[in-house]
Structure formats: C-alpha cells, structure tokens
C-alpha cells in the first residue's frame, strides 16, 4: 500500500530521517516504534504531505507519487489523525467533518446529506457519533472519532496514527482497537504510531522500530515480544518495571479537608478530604473526567474550590494562586503539556525558568534578568533529564513531544519541591525516558517530598504509588495498598462495579 524508500528530511542542522525505508502491506496494521525524537512524527508527515521529503521515493500501490501537500495525500487515499486534534469546539460534527473536505463543491454544502451520511459511516464502524453534537460538549475519545471519521469520509484507505492512544482511557484505548481491527476487516491499512509495546502487540501485525532518524528494524508482531521490542528500541535492557523501597513517610505536607470543586456541568469534585506526607507517593486512581483533573488544577492554583480547606505544612492556602504556591514550594507537572506546560514558541532557556522567572535568582530585586542564571538552570535540565537536542536557544515547538515532556518535568524539579502535582507524567514518554521519569519520582520522594500523582495508567500509578485513593465521580470511593491489591479489584472501584 505504501512504501518509503530512503527518505531523508532535515530541519536546519537537525537531521530529523536519514535514509528510512518502511513497507507498508495492504490490509495490515503496521506499528512504528521508536524514542522520542527518533523521527517517527516527521516521517509519517512526510507521507501525508505535510513535509517535503529532502530526497527518497514514496510509492503507493507501487507506483511511484509526489505528495507535495495533505491534499494529494488525501486524493491518494491517505488520511492522518495528529496527536493534537484539528476541530473547532464550537462546531458540530457533521460541520467538522465537511469543512475543509475536498469536495471540489463547496457551494452545496449540503448538512442534512452530510449528517446521514457519517452517521451511516459511524453506524458501520460502531463509532458511536452523533454528527449534530457539537465538539466542545464530546470526551476525547469521542473527538477522536470524529477525526477518524473525518478521514474515511474522505474515502482514505490508508489512516495514519501519531500516538492515538495517549490521550485516552484504558477503556477507550480497547474501544479504538475494536474500531482498528473492523477497518481492517473492511480491507483498510493502519499505520499507528506508539510507545506502549503492549499496544503494539495487541494490535498490529508488523513493527518497525526507528532509531536516530533512520529505521533500524522490522519485525513480524507474532515473531516478537516487549522484550525484544525494547531492546531494538532503546539499544539496551529496559526496565519495564518500577524497582522502589518502602517509603518512609515523615509529617503531613498536604491536608485536604472536604474539598468541592464544580465543573462545567454539575460539581466535579465532591466532599474530597486526605492526605499526602514527606516521602510518600499517593496515587490518585481513576477513569478520566471523574473530577482528578480539577482536583489537581485546584491545588495548583489553576482553578477555584468552591467548598473546603487546603492546608500545605499547616498553613491554610485555600484558593491561593498558582504563583503563591509555587513561591510555597509546590511544583505541578500538568497533563496539558501544550495548554498548560510550555510556551511554544519561545525557546528552551525561557521555558526552563517559567514560573519562577519574576524573582530572585533568576530576575534581580531591580529587574534585571540573570542571563547566566538561566543559562545555568537550562543546562542543567538538559544534562539531567536528557532533553534532546540539548540546544538551549531552539523553541520548545521544535522539541518531539516527549522531550517537551522532560523539559517541563525538569524545571518543576529544579524547584526542589516540598510537594509535586503531577499529572500524566509519562504520557507520550519512549520506555526508556518512563524508566528514566519513574526512578526520578522515587529519588524525589526518597529525598522526602511529598508527591501526589495522578495517572491514567493503572499500571503506572499502582507501580509507583505508596498509597492509592480511587476517584469517581467526583468522589474519593476508598483507599488501597497498591502492593495487595490487584488492578482487578481497582478497576472494579473506578467504574463503580459496572
Ligand atoms: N518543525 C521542526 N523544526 C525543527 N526540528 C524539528 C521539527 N520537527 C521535528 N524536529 C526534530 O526532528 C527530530 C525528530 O522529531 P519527531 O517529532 O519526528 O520525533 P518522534 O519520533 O515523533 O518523537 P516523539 O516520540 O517524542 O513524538 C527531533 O530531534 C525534533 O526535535
Ligand atoms: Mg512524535
């Protein structure tokens, strides 16, 4: 279906593909792998036409092609979903998906023909969708589907995935796959890029693991394990589990007392009270959109309670803003790294000192920025969290998602926090840097800060949690030893039994 020969593509110095090659069968799901920056985004931009290829070939159905841009993609039948959707909130569905189709006949935009039409497409593929909804009002996984069927309303045959499952629930991600696996059956062909290798052996027939820009292997799914996987990814052994002692917890850092938070619709956190002291992890556990996210917003001064008390090492900081905490030693790693975490456009040494710009060391008393100081923390950021390439004057744009990822995990540990919010450290995160971000939570903690982690991994937050509250609803349903308890038995709390 698809064949990249060769292709090599640089950004500046920045070789971002050098000489990759990738086979593409018709009718399969084919993973690609690899590390943060390993290229992977950039090369499947290069099929869809969003980037020129500086040399190589690209053949569909054997055929030699030249995709100077997306819409030649498209008339080739290739379709891509990006890992930040393209939608506009304030329109529906069906809107969404004929707006910017390439009909050739604008002029008759025809809704009631279009509602019908995705909505036998979503029917097929039991997606699930309503077109006349509007997107502001749809969970992610939903908005996800609108971007599929966007796609296949555009009659694509070949759907290209950056990372579709980063955003999404344990349940949603099953959800997907369901959906993948009747596409195929349909005789479509799937290219799904991932950094969850039980993902890529759950669903694809074929890998193809990138490394450094180029592709350094391909292997049958069935012929391989996460084992193997992550060797060729990574070049070496990679803990693909969390190794921690017992903590040692001292005196309470965090008091929650009766904490109500409202949401858009209805309240989004109910009555929440518990604790969180020096040298513990507490997990927070739970199906997306049942409160955690305001609940951490709220205590990293983001959002405001509506009811209860806060308390940080016994003082009241009910309501304080974020800069006030922050100035308290409260440090929050946010999931939204692109709403909440970076400015985009301006560069690596700006980025590292965000927050804590303003004051001492890094702005004088008279208002002078300390230019060395700066220098100094972003160096050391990039030393130690291994962002790459550790260039502090490119733009955190230029950065691959997952080295945004560390950047902004190593300012907020530049703070030496007294206590961590943290939210979805991993997402979007290769194996190696989930091992490398695991084992500095632990030290942090081992150091004696209080950390309160909120994940939508089961699996990560049961690993490195010392303690684990269950949210749903808006309400803390019970708390587990993460040690005894079976992620069965923690599922069951999150859905309520259902
Ligand atoms: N528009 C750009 N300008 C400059 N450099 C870029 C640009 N896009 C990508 N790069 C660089 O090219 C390299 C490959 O990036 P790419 O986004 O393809 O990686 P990736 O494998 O998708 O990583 P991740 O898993 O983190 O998403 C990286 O070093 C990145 O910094
Ligand atoms: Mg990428």
């Given at each position: 279906m698809l064949e990249l020969r060769n292709i090599k593509k640089a950004f500046g110095d920045c070789v971002a593909n050098e000489d990759v090659s990738i086979t593409v069968k018709s009718g399969t799901i084919h993973a690609i792998v690899g590390e943060n920056g390993a290229g992977k985004s950039t090369i499947m931009k290069i099929a869809y036409g969003f980037y020129k290829a500086d040399s190589g070939e690209i053949l569909v159905n054997g055929q030699p092609v030249n995709i100077r841009n997306p819409h030649d993609a498209i008339a080739l039948g290739i379709g891509m979903v990006h890992q930040h959707f393209m939608l506009v909130d304030t329109m529906t569905v069906a809107e969404n998906i004929i707006l910017g189709a390439e009909t050739g006949s604008t002029a008759s935009l025809d809704l009631e023909t279009a509602n019908r039409e995705i909505l036998a497409l979503s029917n097929e593929l039991k997606l699930d969708v309503d077109p006349r909804a509007y997107i502001e009002d749809l969970s992610v996984g939903a908005q996800q589907r609108v971007e599929l069927l966007k796609a296949l309303y555009r009659d694509a045959k070949l759907l290209i995935l950056d990372e579709p499952t980063a955003v999404l629930s344990p349940q949603e991600v099953e959800e997907l796959f369901g959906i993948l696996r009747r596409m195929k059956e349909q005789g479509k062909t799937i290219i799904i890029i991932t950094h969850k290798l039980d993902e890529v052996l759950a669903v694809s027939d074929e890998v193809t693991v990138m490394r450094d820009g180029r592709s350094v292997g391909n292997v049958k799914t069935s012929e391989t394990s996460a084992k193997?996987?992550?060797?060729?990814?990574?070049?070496?052994?990679?803990?693909?589990?969390?190794?921690?002692?017992?903590?040692?917890?001292?005196?309470?850092?965090?008091?929650?007392?009766?904490?109500?938070?409202?949401?858009?619709?209805?309240?989004?956190?109910?009555?929440?009270?518990?604790?969180?002291?020096?040298?513990?992890?507490?997990?927070?556990?739970?199906?997306?959109?049942?409160?955690?996210?305001?609940?951490?917003?709220?205590?990293?001064?983001l959002i405001r309670a509506s009811e209860g008390h806060v308390e940080f090492d016994g003082k009241d900081i009910t309501n304080r803003s974020a800069r006030e905490l922050k100035e308290l030693g409260i440090a929050h790693i946010p999931e939204d790294r692109h709403k909440r975490g970076l400015l985009l456009n301006s560069d690596l040494a700006e980025n590292s000192v965000l927050g804590v710009h303003y004051r001492p060391p890094i702005t004088s008393a008279g208002g002078m920025m300390n230019n060395a100081e700066i220098g100094k923390r972003v160096g050391e950021i990039i030393e130690n969290f291994d962002v790459r390439p550790g260039d502090p004057t490119l733009s955190a744009r230029s950065l691959s998602g997952g080295n945004q990822q560390k950047l902004i995990i190593g300012r907020e540990f530049e703070l030496d926090p007294k206590l961590l919010l943290v939210s979805q450290p991993t997402r979007g995160v290769d194996i190696g840097a989930i091992e490398?971000?695991?084992?500095?939570?632990?030290?942090?903690?081992?150091?004696?800060?209080?950390?309160?982690?909120?994940?939508?991994?089961?699996?990560?937050?049961?690993?490195?949690?010392?303690?684990?509250?269950?949210?749903?609803?808006?309400?803390?349903?019970?708390?587990?030893d993460p040690k005894t308890t079976s992620v069965e038995e923690i599922g069951l709390m999150m859905t309520g039994g259902k």
């Open positions: 193997d996987l992550a060797r060729l990814i990574v070049g070496r052994d990679v803990l693909l589990r969390v190794e921690k002692t017992d903590a040692k917890p001292n005196g309470t850092v965090l008091e929650v007392t009766n904490l109500s938070i409202s949401g858009k619709i209805g309240p989004a956190v109910k009555n929440v009270s518990f604790r969180v002291r020096s040298g513990e992890i507490v997990g927070v556990a739970g199906i997306e959109g049942n409160g955690q996210t305001e609940l951490i917003e709220a205590l990293s001064g490398f971000i695991h084992r500095k939570l632990i030290g942090l903690r081992d150091a004696g800060s209080a950390i309160l982690l909120v994940s939508a991994e089961l699996e990560e937050v049961t690993a490195l949690a010392d303690r684990l509250l269950v949210i749903r609803e808006g309400e803390i349903v019970g708390e587990v």
